[in-house]
């Protein structure tokens, strides 16, 4: 099956400052990658919807302002999170899929601690 | 997309069949019923998907109600690696708008005991 990346895998930063997170489409081109975030012990929730040069598509609630999502390839997204704070701690993972089937392929995620 | 309703959990038997209900009863005509599953601090992993008709693959079976109010994940023989938590999903079909877009809900936790 495709394969999709993240990078990287975990990372801890500080109060204050912006962290990137890479999401890739190793194997297939992706026009469209959705970010998700998941809080322990609870369910993913979607975020955005990237697409491939144009602007994201947020859901509900969330602050594009702050979660900064840019899809300049067609097999790379990136999110990130400015201005980072204890709350943005999370599990972020994205997904791609091909357009020929339904099937939704994602990333191993990406576990964000911020002190 | 339709909203689900799972089990909060369920135990298995190794090597014995697990059946995972799901109601969707809000299902729309076009909108598949998808079945994903997570394993601990990792990204979710498909494991199967359909429409109407019942559905195999190699990872498991799906039995979808006449009406689509109801579907059912079926794993022929549950091995310990099967833990995880399966999410049923409604919605999201090739054509549609919301392709590729799943609402997650709390999913059921599987316990597979050796």
């Known amino acids: 099956g495709a394969v999709v990346s993240q990078h990287p895998s975990w990372v801890i930063c500080k109060s204050g400052t912006s962290v990137k997170i890479e999401c890739r489409s190793l194997?297939?081109?992706?026009?469209?990658m959705f970010w998700y975030r998941q809080f322990p012990k609870q369910s993913l929730m979607l975020m955005a919807t990237?697409?491939?040069?144009?602007?994201?598509?947020?859901e509900q609630g969330v602050e594009k302002d702050k979660f900064l999502i840019n899809h300049a390839s067609l097999t790379l997204s990136t999110l990130t999170v400015t201005s980072a704070h204890p709350e943005d701690s999370s599990f972020y993972i994205c997904?791609?899929?091909?357009?020929?089937?339904?099937?939704?392929?994602f990333g191993p995620g990406t576990r964000l601690t911020v002190t | 997309d339709a909203k689900t309703t799972q089990p909060n959990s369920m135990e298995s038997n190794e090597e014995e069949p697990v059946h995972l209900p799901c109601n969707h009863s809000?299902?729309?005509?076009?909108?598949?019923i998808h079945w994903y599953r997570q394993l601990p601090s990792q990204g979710p992993e498909y494991v199967i998907h359909?429409?109407?008709s019942n559905v195999n693959n190699r990872m498991a079976s799906l039995a979808i109600a006449e009406d689509r109010k109801s579907s059912t994940l079926i794993l022929h023989r549950a091995t310990l690696r099967d833990a995880a938590v399966y999410y049923c999903?409604?919605?999201?079909?090739?054509?549609?708008?919301?392709?590729?877009?799943?609402?997650f809900g709390q999913g059921t936790i599987l316990t597979v005991h050796p």
């Open positions: 999903i409604g919605g999201a079909d090739a054509g549609g708008t919301s392709y590729g877009k799943l609402t």
């Open positions: 990237s697409n491939e040069g144009s602007k994201a598509t947020y």
């Open positions: 359909g429409l109407t």
């Open positions: 997904s791609a899929g091909l357009s020929v089937d339904y099937e939704q392929y």
């Open positions: 194997d297939f081109q992706a026009t469209t």
């Open positions: 809000t299902i729309s005509g076009t909108d598949y």
